[in-house]
């Protein structure tokens, strides 16, 4: 006896939270969703009813007032925010893979006063790691923070900064100082009133439009504290990088979730017609759906094993685990095209088409920015190296 | 031996500084070397002194400075 059930749960089993995140994506993002991609406008809605809810500091621990959400919780509740819109869900993304990075490496008395200052304000965080003359090569910077007498003082040339221009706080990569070598990088917290951004250029992109993202000349000034205590080859390695490309994927998973689902539909309206008759694309909707649980099944695979080595940096440094989230992140991220693209082929003219209810052309302008943000052909680069030395599990 | 592995850094670390003369306790990272260079001198020394890291060895602070690359190399020449 086959069950037939209209929605997959995507969220089953899910904290308070995630099911927060849920119902803020279903009834806030999704309604606006297409407005902001056609607009390339910024989701305020979305952030708005979050920060409402005190959920821009879900990853704060309760010791300082936040809420102390696992890994778990916040990519379940990215999966939904992703099915309605995935620039809301990165946006949020980006937001938290700065909290988890100040969270985790800044101890200072200035950065934790910080961290409760964020809890009672809802502060929303960007990040400024790509820089002009380096590319995507995060791993460098040009320039370098330049500290005397207790201030540091930073400019820098950010060729995209995503929602730069709505954000309460930017963490920066910079050189340690001007004498660094080019991969001995801090991770500067900028705040607004001793931080100007000159904004160059505009961001009108193929997908993830309401982002907001175009390039900024960022001055900042501040109190040495705002660096963080870890060097950033650190956080990038124990936190940044794992947790960018866990909530990442759960965006992207949100993304393929919505595509099957209209594939889904789509093919159960056909049988409807004909009932006895099993339509055609039907077993192209068995081999999409194969992939989107290969797509599930590597998510949560993947948060457990962060979340069971969050706390050890030794083996959050190993080589076997970083080579784990490389290949977590190229995964996703062409499987995300991939289960979009058979949708399609699925829901035929109906999702070419931009006004009917089984459009996709979202979904694939959007999916198709995963491989790029970070290109995917640096990742297996540095796989590849890592791979020269790697013994194996 | 430290002469070996200073050779080895000069050849493949990519110092910012002279790995013939910087301190045996001088923090290689902050020196220059990236992990992508540090990949590379760790295939030298295994070459070098016909050794194999083993996969818990295989840690950013085995290679951070002279004093440390040399701990390294003997403890997996006595392995
Ligand atoms: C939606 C979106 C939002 C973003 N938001 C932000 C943000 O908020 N803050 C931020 O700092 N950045 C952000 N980025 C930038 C992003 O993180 C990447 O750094 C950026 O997309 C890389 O730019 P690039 O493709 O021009 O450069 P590169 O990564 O340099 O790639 C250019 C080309 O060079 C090739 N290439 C160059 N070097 C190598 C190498 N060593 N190995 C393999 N291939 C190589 C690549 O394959 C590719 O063809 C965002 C990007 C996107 C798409």
């Not at chain 1, 124990?238 to 947790?243: A, F, G």
Request: aromatic content about 6%; glycine content about 8%.
């Amino acid at each position: 006896m086959i069950s037939i059930t209209e929605e997959a749960p995507v969220v089953s089993g899910s904290s308070d939270v995630a099911r927060r995140m849920a119902r803020i994506a279903d009834e806030i993002s999704g309604p606006a969703a297409d407005e902001v991609d056609q607009q390339g406008r910024f989701p305020s809605e979305t952030i708005s009813a979050l920060r409402a809810e005190g959920l821009l500091s879900a990853l704060v621990p309760r010791s300082l007032g936040g809420m102390g959400a696992s890994y778990s919780d916040l990519s379940q509740g990215l999966v939904s925010m992703g099915r309605q819109c995935a620039s809301s869900a990165m946006v949020v993304a980006m937001h938290h893979i700065q909290v988890a990075s100040l969270v985790r490496h800044g101890r200072n008395d200035l950065l934790r006063n910080y961290m409760v200052e964020l809890v009672d304000r809802q502060y929303l965080l960007a990040s400024a790691t790509t820089e002009v003359g380096t590319g995507g090569d995060v791993g460098s910077s040009v320039c370098a923070v330049d500290v005397a007498d207790g201030t540091f003082r930073l400019e820098k040339q950010a060729p995209v900064i995503s929602y730069g221009r709505f954000a309460d706080g930017i963490l920066a990569t910079a050189r340690r100082s001007a004498d660094s070598p080019e991969n001995d990088q801090v991770l500067a917290l900028c705040r607004p009133l001793e931080l100007e951004l000159e904004q160059v250029g505009e961001w009108n992109a193929l997908g993830f439009r309401g982002t907001c993202s175009p390039g900024f000349i960022l001055r900042a000034s501040g109190d040495a504290a705002a660096i963080l205590d870890d060097p950033y080859g650190d956080v990038s390695t124990q936190t940044m990088l794992p947790v960018a490309h866990i909530l990442w994927s759960s965006l992207w998973l949100g993304i393929a979730s919505a595509a099957i689902d209209r594939a889904r539909r789509f093919v159960q309206a056909e049988a409807r017609k004909r009932p006895g008759m099993t339509p055609a694309a039907a077993l192209r909707l068995a081999d999409a759906t194969a992939l989107y649980q290969q797509f599930a099944d590597l998510l949560r695979c993947s948060v457990a094993r962060f979340e069971d080595i969050q706390d050890d940096p030794d083996r959050l440094s190993a080589l076997g685990f970083a080579i784990a989230m490389n290949s977590l992140k190229v995964s996703s991220s062409t499987l995300v095209v991939d289960v979009v693209r058979q949708s399609m082929v699925i829901c035929g003219l109906a999702s070419y088409r931009m006004d009917t209810p089984y459009s996709l052309g979202r979904h694939l302008r959007d999916s198709i920015g995963a491989s790029l943000m970070v290109n995917n052909d640096r990742i297996m680069g540095n796989n590849a190296q890592m791979l020269l030395v790697h013994r194996g599990e | 031996m430290d002469e070996t592995i200073r050779d080895v850094l000069t050849e493949h670390g990519r110092l910012a500084v002279d790995a013939g003369s910087i301190d045996e306790s001088t923090d290689l990272f902050a020196s220059g070397m990236t992990s992508h260079a540090s990949v590379n001198v760790m295939l030298a020394l295994e070459d070098a002194f016909d050794i194999e890291f083993s996969e818990k060895m295989l840690r950013k602070s085995t290679f951070e400075s002279i004093a440390a690359i040399r701990a390294g190399v003997l403890e997996m020449k006595d392995a």
